[in-house]
């Protein structure tokens, strides 16, 4: 995205993180929480200018499933996984969900990366 006009057009910057548990953003789901945050990223995303949406955080608590659902805008066109070598793995799915699966108590979203959906 744009900013600013002819002749000196600029592109526009990233939007303000939104965090995961704050006031007016989505919710923790399944028990799911910010792992350690004092030495840790909290949950969040944030949709760059090219429309790809960025996760950060580190979360625990939960049991295999919803940790937390993305609004509108945010959400892939189709389900995106995103995987580690011990089979667990993290899927956002077009409704939202970000579905943390596997056996592991403490998960990362740090990196994951998807263009949003129409």
Same mark, same amino acid.
């Given at each position: 995205?744009?900013? &600013?006009? *002819? =002749?000196?057009?600029?592109?526009?910057? =990233?939007?303000?993180? +939104?965090?995961? #548990?704050?006031? &007016?953003? =989505?919710?923790?789901?399944?028990?799911?929480?910010? !792992?350690?945050?004092?030495? !840790?990223? /909290? /949950? $969040?995303?944030?949709?760059?200018? *090219?429309?790809?949406? +960025?996760?950060?955080?580190?979360?625990? $608590?939960?049991?295999?499933? @919803? &940790?937390?659902? %993305?609004?509108? #805008?945010?959400? =892939?066109? %189709? @389900?995106?996984?995103?995987?580690?070598?011990?089979?667990? *793995?993290?899927?956002?799915?077009?409704?939202?969900?970000?579905?943390?699966? #596997?056996?592991?108590?403490?998960?990362?979203?740090?990196?994951? @990366?998807?263009?949003?959906?129409?």
């Amino acid at each position: 995205m744009l900013t &600013g006009t *002819y =002749p000196n057009p600029g592109l526009a910057s =990233p939007e303000s993180e +939104h965090e995961i #548990g704050a006031a &007016g953003e =989505p919710a923790f789901q399944t028990a799911w929480k910010n !792992y350690d945050a004092s030495n !840790y990223e /909290t /949950t $969040g995303f944030y949709k760059d200018p *090219y429309g790809v949406v +960025h996760l950060k955080g580190v979360v625990t $608590g939960g049991t295999t499933g @919803t &940790g937390f659902i %993305l609004p509108a #805008g945010y959400r =892939p066109a %189709l @389900t995106a996984l995103f995987g580690n070598l011990s089979g667990d *793995y993290v899927a956002v799915d077009p409704s939202g969900q970000v579905r943390i699966v #596997g056996s592991t108590s403490v998960r990362t979203v740090d990196g994951i @990366t998807f263009r949003a959906g129409s």
